[in-house]
């Protein structure tokens, strides 16, 4: 039962990528990257995590992604053959702009021990 899950999960992440990327028609919500999708186990509810790249207030466009959300599950339907399509929520997904962070951080830090070892 596990692996049809995880199938399932792994089927809707692509499809709302493909989705998104191939057939959304919204500028406002710009160039967007799909990086997790968590399911529920009985499917009735999907929790998107995404990503934008590009210049442009985040918050904005994850507002306009969430706008289309039933254009996405409209579509998403037609491609999955399951009894029930969820609900779809996007969510901004912060993890690699927390690592960026963390990473020049630890950089800075480590710039000023050798700084410091050499006086």
Avoid: W
């Avoid at 009894?83 to 969510?91: D, G, L």
């Amino acid at each position: 039962m596990a692996n049809r899950n995880e199938r399932i999960h792994a089927l809707i992440q692509k499809n709302i990528s493909e989705i998104i990327q191939f057939e959304l028609k919204n500028s406002a919500v710009g160039f967007v990257s799909v990086t997790d999708a968590v399911v529920n186990k009985d499917n009735s509810f999907a929790k998107i995590f995404v990503t934008f790249l590009g210049k442009g207030d985040k918050e904005m466009r994850l507002e306009a992604l969430n706008r289309c959300k039933g254009f996405i599950r409209s579509e998403l339907a037609k491609r999955l053959d399951i009894y029930k399509v969820p609900e779809i929520a996007f969510v901004l997904d912060e993890t690699y702009e927390n690592a960026r962070k963390l990473e020049d951080s630890l950089a800075r830090e480590k710039e000023h021990i050798q700084n410091k070892k050499k006086l």
